[in-house]
Each structure stands twice: as C-alpha cells, then as structure tokens.
C-alpha cells in the first residue's frame, strides 16, 4: 500500500497527466470501481482494450464478433486469449505497431502519428488512442502487491514505476531494490507486457527494461547537471518533473513506444536461443533529447545545415545514429513536402550495418529501406539517384565520392550523418585512405608509422581534410545537403566545420553534448585516469665512430632515440616489468580474467616487444601467460623471414581480436591496431610504451574505458608520457573538474586524516572482518552482519554536521581510491592496512551519497652504456577545468622545406646524455668497464665461453661476478650498494655483461 510520503508524488503524476498529458484517465487499481478492470492473469486492462478497438475498428470487430458466432460476450474472452499468445510469441513492441490477425480479421492495437500529411482519418484513429494510468495496480494474481504506477496504451501495460521520497528515507535506491528484490521477474505484467520500468524519487530516475532479479541492471534517466550526472534544481517543483510533463505525454510517449523503442536480437544461435537473449532498447534521456533536437531543427531550417553532436564513448551513439537516421528519412514539413530525400550514414562500424536493418525493419515491416555500399563507386551513385532506399550506408573511404556525386543532384536533398568527423587514428586509418587512392601497401604503412613516430601535430587526418574539401567555408556550403556529425572528440577544424556559433562567447560549440564527466559519473564508462604511473628512462650513449659527422638535429635526435627504445637491453627491462607486474597484479583483477595491451610505437617496436616479453616468460618457466600481436604488413627483422601478425601469433590476423578474448591469451602488443575502435571489457590494464599526443591519448587510453561487472578499476603504466600533456588531452573532452592528483604517500595520509573524525575504531574494523571476507557464512547472514558492523560507524557519521559529513565522505573516498590503486603495484606488511581497506570500501558504499618520413639511421654511429627505469609518478591523473579549447591550424606554415639545423654528432649525443643520463655518472661506467676489462682477462671465463653455449657459460660468469662485486665492496662506492641492494638492477646489470664479456671472448677481434 502506498504512504502518505509516496502518494503526493503519484497525485502530482496523475493529475498532469489527465490535465494536461493526453491521458483518458486515472484509475486506482485497489478501488472497487476499477479492480475488474484489469485482469492479472492476462496482464491487460481489459476495459480500455476493448473501448480502442469498438471506437476505432468497428467494421472489423463486428467480422470478429460474427466469426466467434455473433455473441460479443463470446468474442472478448477469445480474443483476449489470441491477443496474450501473440504477445507471449511476438512481444509487445511488434504486437502495438503492427496489431494482431484473428479469424482472418486483423485488429489494430495502436496508431502512430502520421508523419505527414493531414488525413482526417488518421488524425483521428491517432486521436482515439487511449492512454490511462493506474496507480496501485495488483499486478500479481497471486498476492495482493501493487505497483506505485501502471502506465497503459489502449489497455496494454507499457511502463511501470516505484515512487520514494526523501523525507521519509527512502529515495531511488529503495526503488531499485524493491524490484529487484520484490518484483517477480516472470510475472506476465512485468516481464512479457511492461517495457520499462521506472525508479522515481524528486531528485532523480533510472529505468532498466528487464528486470533480473537481484542482478537487475538500472540505468540512470537523468537530464545532467554542470557536466555531470543528476539533475539541475527546478525552481517550479521536483527535479523530476521533466519524467511526466515531458517523456510521458501523449505526443512524446506514443512517439517513443512507435519510433524509438526496439529490440535487440543476436545474430548467431539458434532461435530459442536468440529469442531468450533478446533486450529491449529504451533510449536514455540524452539520446532521446538529441533526436528530438535535431528532428526540431532540421524541420525548422530545412536542408543546407551542420551539427555537430558530441557524445562520449559509453553514449550509445549506434543506437542514437540509428534512431537519427531513421527520422531524418521520414520528415516532412508542415506543408507535406520531403525534406531529405536520403540519409547518408558514413562509417566504419560493421555493426551499425545489421542494427540499422533491423530497428528500421520493426518501425515499418519494409525491406529495402536500407541499402549498405561496400562495393564500387557504381553501385554507390545507382543509390544515390534511386528510389528505393532511402538510408544508404557507406565507408569513410566513399566519403569523398558520394559529395561529388550530391553535387551532381542539386534537385535532391541529403542529409548526411558522419560517425566520427575524424579518422581514428592518424596511422591506420591514413594508411587506408591512401590505399584506397592507389598507394602501396609497404610504403604507407611506413609512412602512417613515420607520421606517428613524430609528426603526429603536423599530420593530416584524412577523413578530415576530406570533409573540409567537401565542406568548404561555410558561405559555400551546398544547400541541398545538411551534416551531422557524431563524435566523442571533435577536433577543432571539426568543430569550426560542424558546431554551432555561440554569439556571445564567438566559439563554436557542439549542438548537442553528453560529455565525459558524465559518462564517468553514471558508470557508462571507467575513469581511466584514475589509476596511473609514469616511468622514466634513464639513459646515455657514446660516440662509436672517430669522425665527428654533422647530421640535422632534429632527426638525429629521432634516430638516437629510437636505436635506444629497440636496444635489446632497453626491451629486456621493460618485458620484465610488464610481466612482473601483470603477473602479481593485473592477473589477479575481474577474478583472474583481466586483461592487459602493451601500446608500442612501430611496428618493428611490437615485433620486438613480442619476441622479449615471450622469451622472459619462458626464460621464467611461466605457463599461465601468453601473448599476442598485432600489426599490419610484414617486417624484416634481419632473419631473412618476413614477419607478420599471421606468422607469430599462428593463426589468420582476422582471428586477432576473436583469440584475444578468449581464456587462453592475457597480453596483446599491439602497433596502431586495436588502439581505437576496440571493444573489449575484460582490458584492464594498458603499458604504454609510445608517446601519444592530443587526441592520441584519449583515443588509446579510452580502449580501457569499458565496464564489465567484474572491473572495479583500472590501470596504466606509462613508459613514455608525461603526466601533464596526458591530463591536457583529456581536459579538452572530459568536461569536469575532479580529486587531485596524490602523492604515492598520500595513502598513509589520507588514513591518518580519517582519524580526525573518530568514526573508526580498530576494534570494530576488526570484528567486521568475518562478515566483509565471508569467512564461510551464507549471503543473508553476511548481508546481515555487515549492516550491523558497520552500523555504529554509520551512526557516528549521521550525527556529524553536514560539512563534517562531506569532509568525511571525501576523506573515505579518497583513502578507498588510493589504496585501491597502490596496492597494484607496492606489496605492504602492515596488515592492518588491508583490514581498514576493506571496511572503509564497504563504509564508503554504504554512506554513497545518491543523489612519409625519411628515417636516419646512427646504429652502427652510437653506443649505449648506461640504462636505467625509474618510477616517477602513480596517482590519479584529475582534470582542473570544466571547458576544453581545441584549435584549428590553417595557413601556409613551414611544410617539410625547413632549413636543416646541423650539429656534429658529439654535441648531439651530449644534449641527449644531459636530458636521458640523470644519476648516471662517469665513476659509475670507469668502475664497470674495470668490472669487464678483469672478467676478459680471466683464464677460467675465456675456456668456458670458448667450450660453452652462453647457457652454460652463464653458470661460471654469475659466480665471477657476485665474486667481484663482494670483493670490492669497501670501497664504499654508491655503485656497490646499487648493485647488492637493488636485485633488479644486479639482474639486468649481470645480464647485460653477460653478453658483453661472452661475445668479446668468443670473437676478440670484436674487442
């Protein structure tokens, strides 16, 4: 039974509603004069059902009548028994849109809003619709159970909701709870009438369209507020209120129920299989918002406009696009005449082929509506000048075809909707474009790589630079073709091309935003910020050659670089952190499913890295790891043999991303590929060893960003990059100011700071321990013992003020985060730590406040003799401004005809060994050459590298050099204790001059 608490909120619903809502009426389903009206067993109002059908289809039920034998009374109950099978066989979605056939009769249960014309007849069956509320409904024939609201289309439910209010305690999570724990999910009413169910509270709304139980998924329906989830305040009443005064009116939701809800079936499986896997999609607030913005405007100023719609990953941008499409194909104006006559949709996604068909197919049963282009440019211009299909679907690499061919149809209209206003990736999708222009397979890529190895600032982006070609300036726009342009991260040329002016602030802007920030805070995507160390390499380098040869600076600095970054050494120590790490951490995240990508920066680099990191883990005798890589072309690695991703990973390169998904496989390397456009929740953690800049960053950072119900966070360990230029990147998409970053000893400092509240106590930490670890106890005692632990602590919280309460909260948060994150990569032998860690994640949960290049190569000119990685910084990366500024560049700029800036190669590697070679001192390497000039000249060492593998000479060379390293230790050098304390650096060291002391003695010419 409803409380006073709950019944203001279902008063102020329905009165709207019927006043002014389109709603027929509201019913109270305990009253008497309206029990019978709905029957439980069948999940229909039967009353309003048939009021419908005799206004509406007179003629037709009368044939249905006669057919039954003439008694109506006879008819109804036969008729109710048909139209329930064919919507436990068809489902309520088809069954509204497309009506019912019985005894050879066929009965309408809804009319759509005719999309033009102005036919008496069908303005008046729309009219006839009848849309009825019911508050307290019994739903379940067997219980006495009622649900707060019903909301009914012509006697068949289609939404419900649970109502809650603040003032009585109770607010949407109470909802939430009740159905996912009251509401029967196999109740017919529920499961196989209902589409949506909505948790409602004043401040805020969720909705799920399949209730599962305890595993029922809710998802936030919330207009945002500054960027963010929420809502903003209402100075005319409830937050809320924008649910019933605008979603559920008549006009808005007959549209949703006709032109926006579907279902979405897998493709493979067998029928029974395919049908149980079903999901209904309902849009969320911001895709109903811009569709709807869009179809106003575009209605408004015709043909010849630009939008740009920037929406984050985790959007549902597919499902927006599709839905985009689908109306801009149908507008008319008032006057009935067609606005576009084609929808063209540009994009890569393979899926948004089969999800346009499909969704397009259950709003009108008609094929050919939707035509996809992969063929040639014929088949391409056919449907562009054809009748037949209205919604053509092509790549990015058509792009500049199908602007030519519109130009040629200035009688026709298009309206063309762009899925990414930029390419992916400069590389791969570079390499593509050019492909598709003619160039050779081998030398764009070389080119992609060369772009992307240093000139990302400078490189065009294709699909752009067609854009702006066909775009052009704004005065010279085609007035038959309007744009609208879908990105989670518009460039400014983007921008500039497809937002929107702002007149006061003379900046362009998105027409329609869901940013980041928001994404991040309803949980659509991860934070992957959140968790983040930088490493840095140190390292210095000698001059190999007796001359002093002059070289361009610039690209001898490149050069040197890059012959540091392959150096076996160099890839050595990095394929043993990464796998040390993964190992001990990210192995053990998503309950073992977790998985990691290693970002390189060529593809030699992840040829390179591939072979490392799978010798470390056999040098090792690990058997629970294994790798995959991937990149396009072939390489020569000096072996004589091409290499390809088909070749070492032993399987076509189609199968990539398929295998890596699979159980078998934890760590995929990768070189341009998979960087963008890969969607794999089970990637938890990413090694970054390529520097990534602007868009870059965010693009391939993002591939960490998909939730899963097991990934409770994030990781990135960052070879390359600096903290701030990784935080500039985002800042310019994400939207939103958050924590700062954290000192590594911040976790002892946030711990301490809790302190100053005095809501933990030790002893209480430690008794809830058995219920939080689940020390053998069933769900509900553990469910049960861990509210009452945590109860006094709560209690204490409740009775701070409210600026207590906050710093508190915040206090919590950050402790929970922190430690959350340092745990991955510091073991800590204070167990109390973990203890407090774990009441204070549960304490936190439970005070949740709801509401072409060419490539120089010095080789054989350079010699490195000093390396070293060092942790810089971990921590959380947080954005410091609410608005991003992204800029075009235009104008005539320098181009490639610089003057070379020349220097001798001396001074080139000084300016380098002063910025790479920090604590790396000229002692340090005198005393190490001394180390190999006497491990040389040793008589034992020389017969067994002569007689031996290096294997086996390994066995002698590690006593010898533990020998000498103890033998010289007072001399009380910093380099001694490096090498005895630091077990890493005696590794790598002893490895290195394993090697050295090895092939000197092998070959002494070489010496």
């Given at each position: 039974?409803?409380?006073?608490?709950?019944?203001?909120?279902?008063?102020?619903?329905?009165?709207?509603?019927?006043?002014?809502?389109?709603?027929?009426?509201?019913?109270?389903?305990?009253?008497?004069?309206?029990?019978?009206?709905?029957?439980?067993?069948?999940?229909?109002?039967?009353?309003?059902?048939?009021?419908?059908?005799?206004?509406?289809?007179?003629?037709?039920?009368?044939?249905?009548?006669?057919?039954?034998?003439?008694?109506?009374?006879?008819?109804?109950?036969?008729?109710?028994?048909?139209?329930?099978?064919?919507?436990?066989?068809?489902?309520?979605?088809?069954?509204?849109?497309?009506?019912?056939?019985?005894?050879?009769?066929?009965?309408?249960?809804?009319?759509?809003?005719?999309?033009?014309?102005?036919?008496?007849?069908?303005?008046?069956?729309?009219?006839?619709?009848?849309?009825?509320?019911?508050?307290?409904?019994?739903?379940?024939?067997?219980?006495?159970?009622?649900?707060?609201?019903?909301?009914?289309?012509?006697?068949?439910?289609?939404?419900?909701?649970?109502?809650?209010?603040?003032?009585?305690?109770?607010?949407?999570?109470?909802?939430?709870?009740?159905?996912?724990?009251?509401?029967?999910?196999?109740?017919?009413?529920?499961?196989?009438?209902?589409?949506?169910?909505?948790?409602?509270?004043?401040?805020?709304?969720?909705?799920?369209?399949?209730?599962?139980?305890?595993?029922?998924?809710?998802?936030?329906?919330?207009?945002?507020?500054?960027?963010?989830?929420?809502?903003?305040?209402?100075?005319?009443?409830?937050?809320?209120?924008?649910?019933?005064?605008?979603?559920?009116?008549?006009?808005?939701?007959?549209?949703?129920?006709?032109?926006?809800?579907?279902?979405?079936?897998?493709?493979?499986?067998?029928?029974?299989?395919?049908?149980?896997?079903?999901?209904?999609?309902?849009?969320?607030?911001?895709?109903?918002?811009?569709?709807?913005?869009?179809?106003?405007?575009?209605?408004?100023?015709?043909?010849?406009?630009?939008?740009?719609?920037?929406?984050?990953?985790?959007?549902?941008?597919?499902n927006t696009i599709a839905w985009a499409a689908h109306r801009l194909s149908t507008l008319h104006t008032e006057d009935d005449h067609k606005i576009f006559d084609k929808v063209v949709v540009i994009t890569d996604r393979v899926i948004l082929d089969r999800q346009l068909q499909d969704t397009i197919y259950q709003f009108e049963h008609a094929r050919g509506v939707v035509v996809k282009i992969d063929q040639d440019s014929a088949q391409l211009a056919q449907a562009l000048a054809g009748e037949q299909a209205r919604i053509i679907i092509t790549t990015l690499q058509k792009f500049p075809f199908v602007i030519g061919k519109i130009g040629e149809l200035p009688a026709r209209n298009y309206a063309v909707v762009i899925d990414e206003a930029h390419s992916s990736q400069t590389g791969e999708a570079a390499k593509d474009l050019r492909l598709a222009l003619g160039a050779g397979e081998e030398h764009e890529l070389t080119a992609a790589e060369a772009e992307d190895a240093g000139l990302l600032s400078t490189a065009i982006d294709p699909v752009e630079e067609a854009l702006a070609q066909s775009v052009g300036a704004r005065s010279g726009r085609q007035p038959n073709l309007s744009y609208f342009a879908f990105t989670?991260?518009?460039?400014?040329?983007?921008?500039?091309?497809?937002?929107?002016?702002?007149?006061?602030?003379?900046?362009?802007?998105?027409?329609?935003?869901?940013?980041?920030?928001?994404?991040?805070?309803?949980?659509?995507?991860?934070?992957?910020?959140?968790?983040?160390?930088?490493?840095?390499?140190?390292?210095?380098?000698?001059?190999?050659?007796?001359?002093?040869?002059?070289?361009?600076?610039?690209?001898?600095?490149?050069?040197?670089?890059?012959?540091?970054?392959?150096?076996?050494?160099?890839?050595?120590?990095?394929?043993?952190?990464?796998?040390?790490?993964?190992?001990?951490?990210?192995?053990?995240?998503?309950?073992?499913?977790?998985?990691?990508?290693?970002?390189?920066?060529?593809?030699?680099?992840?040829?390179?890295?591939?072979?490392?990191?799978?010798?470390?883990?056999?040098?090792?005798?690990?058997?629970?790891?294994?790798?995959?890589?991937?990149?396009?072309?072939?390489?020569?690695?000096?072996?004589?043999?091409?290499?390809?991703?088909?070749?070492?990973?032993?399987?076509?390169?189609?199968?990539?991303?398929?295998?890596?998904?699979?159980?078998?496989?934890?760590?995929?390397?990768?070189?341009?590929?998979?960087?963008?456009?890969?969607?794999?929740?089970?990637?938890?953690?990413?090694?970054?060893?390529?520097?990534?800049?602007?868009?870059?960053?965010?693009?391939?950072?993002?591939?960490?960003?998909?939730?899963?119900?097991?990934?409770?966070?994030?990781?990135?360990?960052?070879?390359?990059?600096?903290?701030?230029?990784?935080?500039?990147?985002?800042?310019?998409?994400?939207?939103?100011?958050?924590?700062?970053?954290?000192?590594?000893?911040?976790?002892?400092?946030?711990?301490?700071?809790?302190?100053?509240?005095?809501?933990?106590?030790?002893?209480?930490?430690?008794?809830?321990?058995?219920?939080?670890?689940?020390?053998?106890?069933?769900?509900?005692?553990?469910?049960?013992?861990?509210?009452?632990?945590?109860?006094?602590?709560?209690?204490?919280?409740?009775?701070?003020?409210?600026?207590?309460?906050?710093?508190?909260?915040?206090?919590?948060?950050?402790?929970?985060?922190?430690?959350?994150?340092?745990?991955?990569?510091?073991?800590?032998?204070?167990?109390?730590?973990?203890?407090?860690?774990?009441?204070?994640?549960?304490?936190?949960?439970?005070?949740?406040?709801?509401?072409?290049?060419?490539?120089?190569?010095?080789?054989?000119?350079?010699?490195?003799?000093?390396?070293?990685?060092?942790?810089?910084?971990?921590?959380?990366?947080?954005?410091?401004?609410?608005?991003?500024?992204?800029?075009?560049?235009?104008?005539?700029?320098?181009?490639?005809?610089?003057?070379?800036?020349?220097?001798?190669?001396?001074?080139?590697?000084?300016?380098?060994?002063?910025?790479?070679?920090?604590?790396?001192?000229?002692?340090?390497?005198?005393?190490?050459?001394?180390?190999?000039?006497?491990?040389?000249?040793?008589?034992?060492?020389?017969?067994?590298?002569?007689?031996?593998?290096?294997?086996?000479?390994?066995?002698?060379?590690?006593?010898?050099?533990?020998?000498?390293?103890?033998?010289?230790?007072?001399?009380?050098?910093?380099?001694?204790?490096?090498?005895?304390?630091?077990?890493?650096?005696?590794?790598?060291?002893?490895?290195?001059?394993?090697?050295?002391?090895?092939?000197?003695?092998?070959?002494?010419?070489?010496?």
């Amino acid at each position: 039974m409803s409380s006073v608490s709950e019944k203001f909120l279902e008063d102020e619903i329905s009165t709207h509603l019927t006043a002014a809502g389109g709603y027929q009426l509201c019913k109270v389903g305990t009253d008497p004069e309206w029990r019978q009206d709905f029957k439980a067993k069948a999940g229909l109002d039967t009353v309003e059902l048939f009021a419908f059908i005799e206004l509406t289809q007179g003629p037709e039920w009368a044939k249905l009548v006669k057919a039954h034998g003439g008694e109506g009374e006879l008819a109804r109950p036969r008729f109710v028994q048909r139209l329930t099978h064919q919507i436990d066989e068809r489902g309520t979605v088809d069954v509204l849109r497309h009506g019912v056939r019985d005894q050879n009769v066929e009965i309408r249960l809804s009319y759509r809003k005719p999309a033009f014309g102005v036919s008496p007849e069908l303005v008046a069956h729309y009219d006839a619709n009848r849309l009825t509320i019911t508050r307290q409904l019994p739903f379940d024939p067997e219980s006495t159970k009622t649900v707060d609201l019903c909301l009914f289309l012509n006697g068949i439910p289609v939404a419900t909701a649970e109502l809650k209010n603040h003032l009585t305690g109770q607010n949407i999570e109470h909802a939430i709870e009740q159905y996912r724990t009251d509401r029967d999910p196999k109740n017919i009413t529920l499961a196989r009438r209902a589409l949506v169910h909505f948790a409602v509270d004043p401040d805020a709304v969720a909705m799920t369209t399949k209730l599962e139980g305890k595993s029922t998924r809710f998802l936030p329906f919330n207009l945002g507020h500054n960027l963010g989830k929420g809502n903003p305040p209402n100075p005319g009443g409830h937050k809320t209120s924008y649910l019933w005064e605008r979603v559920w009116t008549k006009d808005a939701w007959l549209d949703i129920l006709h032109r926006f809800i579907h279902v979405d079936r897998p493709a493979k499986g067998s029928v029974t299989a395919r049908r149980a896997a079903e999901k209904i999609i309902f849009p969320r607030y911001h895709q109903w918002d811009a569709v709807m913005k869009l179809q106003a405007d575009a209605i408004a100023n015709g043909a010849g406009q630009s939008y740009l719609i920037q929406h984050s990953a985790g959007s549902g941008k597919s499902n927006t696009i599709a839905w985009a499409a689908h109306r801009l194909s149908t507008l008319h104006t008032e006057d009935d005449h067609k606005i576009f006559d084609k929808v063209v949709v540009i994009t890569d996604r393979v899926i948004l082929d089969r999800q346009l068909q499909d969704t397009i197919y259950q709003f009108e049963h008609a094929r050919g509506v939707v035509v996809k282009i992969d063929q040639d440019s014929a088949q391409l211009a056919q449907a562009l000048a054809g009748e037949q299909a209205r919604i053509i679907i092509t790549t990015l690499q058509k792009f500049p075809f199908v602007i030519g061919k519109i130009g040629e149809l200035p009688a026709r209209n298009y309206a063309v909707v762009i899925d990414e206003a930029h390419s992916s990736q400069t590389g791969e999708a570079a390499k593509d474009l050019r492909l598709a222009l003619g160039a050779g397979e081998e030398h764009e890529l070389t080119a992609a790589e060369a772009e992307d190895a240093g000139l990302l600032s400078t490189a065009i982006d294709p699909v752009e630079e067609a854009l702006a070609q066909s775009v052009g300036a704004r005065s010279g726009r085609q007035p038959n073709l309007s744009y609208f342009a879908f990105t989670a991260t518009p460039k400014g040329r983007t921008l500039e091309m497809f937002g929107s002016l702002n007149p006061q602030t003379q900046v362009h802007e998105p027409f329609h935003l869901y940013s980041m920030r928001q994404a991040i805070e309803e949980r659509f995507i991860m934070d992957v910020l959140a968790n983040y160390t930088t490493y840095q390499t140190f390292w210095k380098i000698e001059k190999a050659t007796e001359g002093d040869p002059e070289y361009d600076a610039k690209k001898a600095r490149r050069a040197i670089a890059r012959f540091v970054s392959l150096h076996p050494h160099h890839l050595a120590q990095k394929a043993e952190i990464i796998i040390e790490h993964f190992r001990q951490h990210t192995a053990k995240e998503m309950g073992g499913l977790a998985k990691a990508m290693v970002v390189t920066s060529s593809r030699l680099h992840a040829v390179r890295y591939k072979q490392n990191i799978d010798k470390y883990i056999k040098e090792k005798g690990y058997s629970d790891i294994k790798t995959l890589v991937a990149f396009s072309g072939k390489i020569d690695d000096g072996t004589g043999k091409p290499l390809t991703e088909t070749n070492m990973n032993g399987f076509p390169e189609a199968r990539t991303a398929e295998e890596f998904g699979t159980a078998e496989y934890g760590v995929l390397i990768v070189a341009e590929k998979f960087q963008t456009g890969f969607d794999q929740p089970l990637l938890h953690t990413m090694y970054v060893d390529k520097p990534l800049v602007g868009l870059a960053a965010v693009q391939t950072l993002s591939r960490l960003n998909r939730i899963h119900p097991l990934k409770e966070n994030t990781f990135v360990l960052d070879f390359r990059n600096e903290t701030d230029d990784i935080v500039e990147a985002f800042e310019v998409f994400h939207g939103c100011t958050v924590a700062p970053p954290t000192d590594p000893n911040i976790l002892w400092d946030t711990r301490r700071r809790l302190d100053d509240f005095d809501v933990l106590r030790p002893d209480e930490v430690e008794a809830a321990m058995p219920a939080l670890l689940g020390a053998g106890a069933s769900d509900e005692k553990r469910s049960a013992e861990t509210y009452a632990a945590l109860g006094p602590a709560k209690a204490r919280f409740e009775e701070m003020s409210d600026e207590e309460r906050l710093e508190f909260r915040d206090a919590l948060t950050r402790f929970v985060r922190t430690y959350s994150f340092v745990s991955q990569i510091a073991a800590f032998t204070d167990p109390s730590l973990e203890r407090d860690y774990v009441y204070c994640r549960a304490l936190s949960l439970y005070l949740r406040d709801t509401g072409t290049v060419e490539r120089l190569d010095l080789g054989t000119e350079v010699e490195l003799t000093h390396l070293r990685h060092q942790m810089t910084f971990t921590g959380t990366l947080a954005m410091t401004s609410e608005t991003g500024e992204v800029r075009s560049f235009f104008g005539e700029g320098k181009g490639s005809q610089q003057e070379l800036d020349m220097e001798h190669l001396s001074s080139i590697v000084e300016v380098l060994n002063d910025r790479f070679g920090t604590d790396l001192t000229d002692v340090d390497k005198l005393l190490l050459d001394q180390f190999e000039e006497s491990w040389v000249a040793d008589g034992e060492l020389s017969d067994q590298a002569q007689n031996n593998t290096i294997d086996n000479f390994r066995l002698v060379f590690d006593r010898k050099f533990l020998q000498t390293i103890i033998t010289r230790v007072d001399a009380n050098d910093e380099i001694y204790k490096k090498i005895l304390d630091d077990e890493d650096f005696r590794v790598i060291l002893g490895e290195f001059y394993l090697r050295k002391v090895y092939e000197r003695l092998r070959d002494p010419a070489s010496s």
